[in-house]
């Protein structure tokens, strides 16, 4: 059964939608203004404490400095880092050895080479997304017809098409966020949907 990530939180509604469901990880853009889900630091932390513990708490960095990265790790305010810019194989590795947690790296798929870069990537795992992070969109999912690394489907999933997902790309886990909103906000019943989808519950 995929791993199942709800990204994109931002209001403390929002963690009590999550906390009573069998989801895996939850996600927080961290201090990106471009985004509309962006939160500040002082508001992660908060949010961070009403997480359930069972839920592992992922903060989305755009290019962001790995030293306050690290401490955010190492606080525990996040259990796993989601480099989302053009942070380096050297990066993850430097970001690894400041900390013992798990450091993902995302990557936009457009061709195949894009996909022989994620593969060689020394992240504790891969994300593979749309190029245009958080806009609902997918890329094109035949191209992963033959890859062998175990990586997260992210971009434009919803009720509609995660089953697709599940049964033909057979991801070892799923990002939502966009396909849990409603006008711009997470919505309960959508993530219930999506829960009952991938979990069976
Ligand atoms: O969601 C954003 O606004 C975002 C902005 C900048 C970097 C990353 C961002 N999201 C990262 C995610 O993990 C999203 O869940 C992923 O892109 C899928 O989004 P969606 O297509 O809306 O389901």
């Not at 790296?105 to 795992?125: G, R």
């Not at 062998?148 to 991801?171: C, E, K, S, W, Y």
Request: glycine share 6%.
């Amino acid at each position: 059964m995929p791993k199942l990530k709800i990204c994109g939180l931002k209001r403390p509604v929002d963690i009590s939608y999550c906390n009573p469901l069998a989801i895996d990880y939850v996600g927080f853009i961290v201090d990106f203004p471009k985004s509309q889900r962006s939160i500040t630091i002082d508001t992660l932390k908060q949010l961070s404490q009403d997480v359930d513990p069972k839920i592992q708490k992922v903060g989305v960095f755009v290019n962001y400095p790995l030293e306050v990265i690290a401490d955010l790790l190492n606080e525990g305010v996040i259990d796993i880092a989601q480099l989302h810019g053009q942070e380096s194989p050297a990066d993850i590795i430097y970001l690894q050895n400041l900390t013992n947690k798990s450091i993902w790296k995302a990557f936009a798929i457009n061709e195949a080479s894009d996909l022989a870069k994620a593969k060689a990537s020394p992240a504790d795992q891969i994300l593979l997304d749309y190029k245009e992070a958080g806009s609902g969109k997918s890329f094109n999912w035949e191209l992963l017809e033959d890859f062998d690394r175990p990586f997260i489907l992210a971009g434009g999933l919803n009720a509609t098409n995660i089953q697709v997902a599940m049964t033909q790309v057979h991801p070892a886990g799923l990002d939502l966020s966009t396909g849990v909103e409603n006008q711009g906000y997470k919505d309960p019943d959508k993530i219930k949907e999506i829960v009952r989808m991938v979990k069976n519950v």
